[in-house]
């Protein structure tokens, strides 16, 4: 660390060394809008991500465990596969989504 502090250049802190810092200048509003798939795409990762970390300490002991265990790891992966299905079957997994027809009305020719 003191050799960073020591190579790193002295800029003030102020407004005026902004575009310094970063290296672009900031224009318009800090306010923008996301789009809600970043955040639909973050939840499945970490659902996803929490059961590879839920698996492993029982992977690394399932020898010691016995078939009760087995049992009940499969109800939990098939319990998210469930999950998996559905996020696929809604679309949920593909990122750009296009616009479906509307349905037919009934009895219209």
Do not use: C
Not at 17 to 38: C, D, K, T
Not at 46 to 67: C, H, K, N, S, T
Not at 78 to 94: F, N, P
Request: aromatic share 16%.
């Amino acid at each position: 660390m003191l050799a960073s502090r020591a190579g790193s250049p002295r800029v003030p802190l102020g407004g005026e060394a902004l575009h310094l810092r970063v290296r672009e200048v900031p224009y318009g509003s800090s306010w923008v809008q996301f789009n809600i798939r970043f955040y639909v795409v973050a939840l499945i990762f970490i659902i996803f991500d929490v059961e590879v970390a839920l698996l492993y300490p029982w992977a690394v002991v399932f020898q010691r465990l016995g078939f009760l265990a087995f049992v009940e790891a499969f109800i939990f992966i098939v319990i998210l596969l469930a999950g998996l299905a559905y996020l696929w079957k809604e679309g949920d997994l593909e990122w750009v989504r296009t616009l479906q027809d509307a349905p037919a009305k009934k009895g219209a020719k």
